[in-house]
């Protein structure tokens, strides 16, 4: 009979054959043993399901094998992973990514120690040459509360030390998501711009820990490299999404600087994908009108109001 998981991996896929064994491997091949694999299959057309086979054979690990009834996003993917989960702690693997041997014995340790419910590790951007290897995020040993870790995520001030939104840089304590109902928004670009500002809402204790990293493969041709009307839409419903929920839990006044400080680092994020993806002119200016557009859909006054003046100077000169 095998052991109840520690920590339970979902790795979300679609269409990753060729990269899907080398994310898979990291994981088997971790200090931590107790883990459970949770593979979502997103309806892939290529060799995925004879990957995931091999695997489920080669090993006496537990790896569950789920494959979507039609193509639903990754949002949807993760949440089914989390609701098959049966380890005590939950991290998110990207299948064409992977993470250091010891990685997720090193976050869990800390994590127990210091009973936290969201352990935040390192990120490497990884590229075809492995000596291009470049340090995205970098941390040293804290604990951090959800308010102070918001004002990081936000990037409120200057700092040395920042948190991304990615949430595969983090390990979850599975009853903190469950407790608070926290699951990702279904085909959406921004999912996890919404879901890493919601969990850092709620009272909870977070660790940081050095020297363990995320490897975050650079893939010509990802969702991180392309661009669509799309993109637009799901940013001003995340952030309108985000803005409701705050008021509605009457905390707005209390995390609205917070807010507008990430409504400005994730509209930057939007436009520096669409410039970066998007090169005929006449394409930027159609998305840039649609983007206005949309904009009147939301009460930009006290955007404004928030907004270092030298931003909008820049926006505007």
């Not at 990884?126 to 936000?154: H, T």
């Not at 041709?221 to 799309?230: E, I, T, V």
Request: with cysteine; proline share 1%.
């Amino acid at each position: 009979m095998k052991e109840t998981p520690v920590l339970s991996v979902i790795i979300p896929t679609y269409n990753t054959s060729d990269l899907l064994g080398r994310c898979i491997e990291y994981v088997l091949n971790q200090t931590l043993q107790e883990i459970e694999i949770i593979i979502i299959d997103d309806c892939s057309t290529d060799t995925t399901e004879q990957v995931i086979n091999h695997y489920i054979n080669k090993t006496d690990k537990k790896i569950k094998h789920i494959k979507n009834a039609k193509n639903s996003g990754i949002g949807y993917s993760r949440n089914i992973g989390i609701d098959l989960s049966e380890g005590e702690f939950i991290a998110f693997v990207d299948s064409d990514d992977w993470v250091d041997s010891s990685l997720f014995s090193t976050i869990i340790m800390k994590m127990q120690e210091e009973n936290a419910d969201i352990g935040i590790f390192g990120v490497k951007d990884e590229f075809d040459d492995c000596n291009s290897s470049k340090k995205r995020y970098d941390y040293k040993y804290n604990i951090l509360d959800n308010e102070f870790a918001l004002r990081l995520l936000s990037r409120s001030e200057n700092n040395d030390v920042y948190i991304s939104p990615m949430v595969t840089q983090k390990v979850y304590r599975k009853s903190f998501l469950k407790n608070n109902n926290i699951f990702f928004r279904t085909n959406c670009y921004f999912d996890d711009v919404e879901f890493t500002f919601m969990c850092f809402t709620y009272s909870c204790k977070l660790i940081s820990v050095p020297d363990v990293f995320y490897h975050y493969y650079q893939r010509n041709g990802s969702l991180m490299h392309s661009f669509s009307k799309k993109h637009i839409d799901d940013f001003w419903e995340v952030m309108s999404h985000l803005k409701l929920m705050l008021e509605n839990k009457h905390i707005w006044e209390r995390y609205k600087q917070f807010y507008y400080k990430y409504f400005h680092k994730t509209l930057r994020s939007l436009m520096n994908t669409m410039f970066s993806s998007e090169q005929l002119v006449v394409n930027q200016k159609k998305y840039l009108l649609y983007f206005l557009n949309k904009s009147k859909t939301f009460s930009i006054n006290e955007l404004i109001e928030y907004w270092d003046i030298g931003y909008i100077r820049r926006l505007l000169l």
